[in-house]
């Protein structure tokens, strides 16, 4: 299997290349040269398999340059009973009898990022051999909050890699700001950058295609690359959970296997929704997809519309790692749907970086309209929907999570669809504490409180266990204090990596 160019598909890779890399050098992101296809037999079998057994099958369909020790290996390592404090690593909860809730954050930082920057850095090492890199890695990532820990996590004390990670000043909660700058090991930095998500991620962005830069990195023996969810090592492990979920549900006699689902997801990157339609490609019988955005509304507008327009308010919100303006992932998306034209997504990616706006074709409408339906909810809808989830089912969920949820209930009032239907969950409640405190409460109940309290009080309301990870940072000292303006983020790397 080899790796094309979204903007140039004359360039092929292969997979230990473009994880690798992370972006193509002319900007395009790496896709795969064709879809696989599992045979409803095949996705049958899969019920009976454990997660890794899952996780392998479905890998070594893309991943056809890894032997097969090399890919359990990584995958054993990263998907620990340990890390993930369940056996089943992504379970699957039933709400009632038509919504799923496919729980993605049982790892280490509390959210599912973890799925896939847990086996990422292993991936990336095992392709760092294949390609004899002598460099050493260093791994650049903006984030708006989750990415930031779930990829320190994942790369913190492995040979061969460094990483440095800037976070939004104002753009994180504070549990995720802890969770950053309280990062232990030895190979790490964390650096906030003054603006928004979409600010720190342009920084990096400059910094990756600055070829004079670039070439002081080499001189000094360092190889950037990215863990942000442009790399193809961080997808492909996102499609493994929509074909575990399925079989969850055919082995729990919830379906039969070739019985179509839905599949909802709370979308900022457009990464998991894109891991779930490319199931979809590889035959996983999936019937819609909702994607669903909060005020940063510009994947329902673009799909209700075909107008991608960034040009637009930012609006800061209770569910954070979803306040984006800039879907990188779509891109990927785009390139399918037109059945890879690198011409017309160079077209489209050329406007929307000059005029921040571009209007896809009549026939890549009407695909979207036929797969996807697209909605939105304020923070105010957000917080009900906790309220009311916990109200009649007494399950409480994140304010992400929550957005799913909220857009899914208007889907259903909408059109009456009660198609069985998986809802990524992707985060702990105990990870937004407080926003999930205030829409089980009141702004008055959490006044005062802090942190540690408010994980305690939401223990209590829904009867679930603090994280161990996030009960610990309490006693954990700071150790990154650094801020910095957009125009200083390429210095930040240079100290770390001490170069000049
Ligand atoms: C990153 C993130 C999202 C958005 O996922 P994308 O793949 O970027 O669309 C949603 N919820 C949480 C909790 C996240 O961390």
């Not at 995958?75 to 709400?95: G, Q």
């Not at 440095?164 to 650096?191: C, D, H, L």
Request: aromatic share 10%.
């Amino acid at each position: 299997m080899q790796y094309n160019s979204t903007r140039d598909r004359n360039i092929s890779v292969s997979s230990a290349w473009a994880i690798k890399k992370g972006l193509s050098a002319e900007g395009g992101l790496f896709v795969p040269e064709s879809f696989p296809t599992l045979s409803m037999e095949e996705i049958d079998a899969l019920a009976d398999y454990t997660y890794h057994e899952r996780a392998y099958y479905v890998l070594s369909k893309f991943l056809t340059d890894f032997t097969e020790a090399e890919l359990k290996k990584c995958i054993a390592a990263a998907y620990t009973k340990e890390k993930f404090e369940t056996n089943s690593i992504a379970p699957v909860y039933e709400l009632n009898q038509s919504a799923y809730f496919l729980e993605l954050w049982h790892g280490p930082t509390c959210a599912f990022k973890d799925m896939a920057l847990q086996i990422l850095p292993h991936l990336l090492t095992v392709s760092m051999k294949k390609t004899n890199e002598s460099n050493e890695v260093v791994i650049l990532v903006a984030t708006s909050g989750d990415t930031g820990k779930a990829a320190l996590e994942g790369f913190k004390d492995v040979n061969g890699t460094r990483i440095i990670v800037f976070y939004p000043e104002n753009g994180v909660s504070e549990i995720q700001k802890r969770q950053m700058v309280t990062q232990e090991g030895n190979n790490v930095s964390v650096a906030a950058v003054k603006g928004n998500f979409d600010d720190a991620q342009n920084g990096v962005k400059k910094i990756f295609t600055d070829e004079e830069y670039k070439e002081l990195l080499d001189r000094n023996h360092f190889s950037l690359s990215s863990a942000n969810s442009i790399n193809w090592g961080r997808l492909v492990p996102q499609i493994v959970y929509y074909f575990s979920a399925y079989s969850d549900l055919v082995k729990g006699g919830k379906i039969v296997c070739g019985d179509r689902i839905n599949v909802v997801v709370p979308t900022g990157n457009f990464g998991n929704i894109l891991a779930a339609y490319y199931a979809k490609k590889m035959g996983l019988p999936i019937a819609r997809f909702i994607c669903a955005s909060n005020e940063n509304n510009v994947l329902t507008e673009f799909i209700n519309t075909g107008v991608y327009n960034k040009n637009r308010e930012f609006h800061t919100t209770i569910s954070p790692s979803m306040d984006i303006l800039i879907s990188s992932n779509l891109e990927r998306f785009l390139y399918d749907l037109t059945d890879g034209s690198d011409t017309l997504i160079r077209e489209w990616m050329t406007k929307l970086s000059a005029e921040g706006c571009y209007e896809v074709t009549p026939e890549v409408k009407e695909r979207l309209s036929e797969l996807f339906f697209a909605g939105f909810c304020d923070d105010a809808e957000t917080m009900a929907a906790i309220r009311r989830t916990k109200a009649e089912y007494d399950y409480v969920m994140d304010t992400h999570t929550a957005v799913a949820k909220a857009v899914y209930d208007k889907y259903v009032a909408q059109t009456g669809d009660n198609t069985k239907t998986i809802i990524a969950s992707t985060a702990s409640p105990f990870k937004f504490n407080q926003s999930v405190l205030i829409a089980l409460e009141d702004f008055n109940y959490v006044a005062g409180k802090d942190e540690f309290t408010l994980l305690n009080e939401l223990a209590q309301k829904s009867g679930m266990a603090i994280p161990k990870s996030l009960a610990e940072l309490k006693n954990k000292p700071v150790i990154f204090d650094t801020v910095c303006g957009r125009d200083e983020m390429r210095q930040i790397v240079s100290d770390f990596l001490m170069v000049d």
